[in-house]
């Protein structure tokens, strides 16, 4: 949990956006592919999800100013076939490819039922999560992967070979926020290492291996995650993360990610030709709208209506997110100090003007950051 009261702030969602927007265009990046990054960056923090929302900036940043990322692409999508077609990010934001896709698969959805374009030339797009919401938004269900660099054991191996490879899949529900599921393939978020790390805690067993590919508790050591389902279960997780990989990588002609360069690195001048996949399905096109509505709503009233284990809540996905989109949009996205400092610097380096930093007007909710 990110808690003002421990050295924090809160920014209002506007401000954020005007700063990220603003920062982006002064290193040198065009408008759209500005845009794209912020409201990516910013649905994702509105979400919880700060690890690839707001704390990204920094090194979207680098990566402008190494030449990684080129900040006025000429994207080009080719129609293959009537549901199917490739777009050529040419080295832009992630961000952008992945806005972009979407458009490209809702057209067809909209056509044929389905639209399912296959991505290259790109790189890191933050959030799977918010490409699906998009679909979803606009009335259709939408299912994105991604491949990354390795840093995910293969079952019973010693040594990374997957990336995290995320799964993110929505729907539109009548009435309501949308289903939205955004998960890596790995046991954990990287994220959650760090958390841990920096707040002394040791991990639950079974989620992460140091450098000899042994389990290990402490996030000091950690040097890979452990696939989805742990040292026993974990061929499930790495068999998901190959269906990613496939999807994304071999669909779109790209490297692997066991083949691709880190995202961080001293390298920040190649651009490292990231592969994503997206697809699109109008449920108009399988049965009537008013009947699949009518099932999902039936669905989630008794996936929240089983009981709770002591202490908890029987959550659907996308429940968390929602509230926590809610809380923050009400108190502000919170900022620890390290955030604080990145971006007072950037404001100086960059010369624009400094997020305006308030105390949030409550100090409670969910607020949960991954």
Same mark, same amino acid.
């Given at each position: 949990?990110?808690?003002?009261?421990?050295?924090?702030?809160?920014?209002?969602?506007?401000?954020?956006?005007?700063?990220?927007?603003?920062?982006?265009? =002064?290193?040198?990046?065009?408008?759209?592919?500005?845009?794209?990054? =912020?409201?990516?960056?910013?649905?994702?923090?509105? &979400?919880?999800?700060?690890? %690839?929302?707001? +704390?990204?900036?920094? *090194?979207?940043?680098?990566v402008?100013?190494?030449g990684?990322?080129?900040?006025?692409?000429d994207?080009?999508?080719? +129609?293959?076939?009537p549901?199917?077609?490739?777009?050529?990010?040419?080295?832009?934001?992630? *961000?952008?490819a992945?806005?972009?896709?979407?458009? %490209?698969?809702?057209? &067809?959805?909209?056509?044929?039922g389905?639209?399912?374009?296959?991505?290259?030339?790109?790189? %890191?797009?933050?959030?799977?999560?918010?490409?699906?919401?998009?679909?979803a938004?606009?009335? &259709?269900?939408?299912?994105?992967?991604?491949?990354?660099?390795?840093f995910?054991?293969?079952h019973?191996?010693?040594?990374p070979? *997957?990336?995290?490879?995320?799964?993110?899949?929505?729907?539109?529900?009548?009435?309501?926020?949308?289903?939205?599921?955004?998960?890596? =393939?790995?046991?954990?978020?990287w994220?959650?290492?760090?958390?841990?790390?920096?707040?002394?805690?040791?991990?639950?067993?079974?989620?992460?291996?140091?450098?000899?590919?042994?389990?290990?508790?402490?996030?000091?050591?950690?040097s890979?995650?452990?696939?989805?389902?742990?040292?026993e279960?974990?061929?499930?997780g790495?068999?998901?993360?190959?269906?990613?990989?496939?999807?994304?990588?071999?669909?779109?002609? &790209?490297?692997?990610? !066991?083949?691709?360069?880190?995202m961080?690195?001293n390298?920040?001048?190649?651009?490292?030709?990231v592969? *994503?996949?997206?697809?699109v399905?109008?449920?108009?096109?399988?049965?009537?709208?008013?009947?699949?509505?009518?099932?999902?709503?039936e669905?989630?009233?008794?996936?929240?209506?089983r009981?709770?284990?002591?202490g +908890?809540?029987?959550?659907?996905?996308?429940?968390?997110?929602?509230?926590?989109?809610?809380?923050?949009d009400r108190?502000?996205?919170?900022?620890?100090?390290?955030?604080?400092?990145? !971006?007072?610097?950037?404001a100086?380096?960059?010369?624009?003007?400094?997020?305006?930093?308030?105390?949030?007007a409550?100090?409670?909710?969910?607020?949960?950051? +991954?």
């Amino acid at each position: 949990m990110t808690n003002p009261r421990h050295g924090g702030c809160c920014v209002a969602v506007s401000d954020l956006e005007r700063f990220i927007h603003q920062a982006l265009t =002064t290193r040198g990046a065009d408008d759209v592919s500005a845009s794209a990054v =912020t409201q990516a960056l910013v649905t994702a923090s509105r &979400m919880g999800t700060d690890s %690839h929302g707001l +704390r990204l900036l920094p *090194h979207y940043l680098k990566v402008l100013a190494g030449g990684r990322v080129n900040a006025r692409p000429d994207m080009r999508f080719s +129609r293959r076939l009537p549901a199917t077609g490739y777009l050529d990010a040419d080295d832009g934001f992630g *961000h952008l490819a992945g806005y972009t896709a979407i458009e %490209h698969g809702v057209a &067809m959805a909209w056509e044929v039922g389905i639209g399912a374009v296959a991505v290259g030339n790109s790189s %890191h797009f933050g959030a799977a999560g918010c490409y699906a919401l998009a679909a979803a938004e606009q009335g &259709m269900i939408g299912l994105v992967v991604c491949n990354s660099d390795p840093f995910v054991l293969l079952h019973g191996s010693r040594s990374p070979f *997957h990336g995290t490879n995320p799964i993110a899949f929505a729907a539109p529900v009548d009435g309501h926020a949308p289903y939205l599921l955004d998960m890596a =393939t790995s046991s954990i978020p990287w994220n959650r290492v760090q958390q841990y790390g920096a707040i002394g805690r040791d991990l639950p067993s079974d989620v992460a291996a140091d450098e000899l590919g042994r389990m290990t508790l402490r996030p000091q050591e950690v040097s890979a995650l452990l696939p989805l389902g742990g040292a026993e279960f974990g061929f499930k997780g790495a068999g998901l993360a190959g269906v990613v990989e496939i999807l994304s990588s071999t669909l779109s002609g &790209m490297l692997n990610g !066991f083949r691709l360069l880190p995202m961080g690195g001293n390298d920040l001048a190649t651009p490292r030709g990231v592969g *994503h996949f997206f697809l699109v399905m109008n449920p108009d096109a399988f049965i009537d709208s008013s009947v699949f509505q009518r099932c999902l709503h039936e669905y989630l009233e008794d996936l929240r209506a089983r009981p709770a284990a002591d202490g +908890r809540e029987v959550l659907a996905p996308g429940d968390r997110e929602w509230r926590c989109w809610q809380h923050r949009d009400r108190d502000g996205i919170p900022l620890d100090e390290a955030n604080q400092a990145d !971006f007072r610097h950037l404001a100086e380096v960059l010369g624009i003007d400094a997020l305006d930093e308030y105390s949030p007007a409550a100090e409670h909710g969910p607020d949960a950051v +991954r």
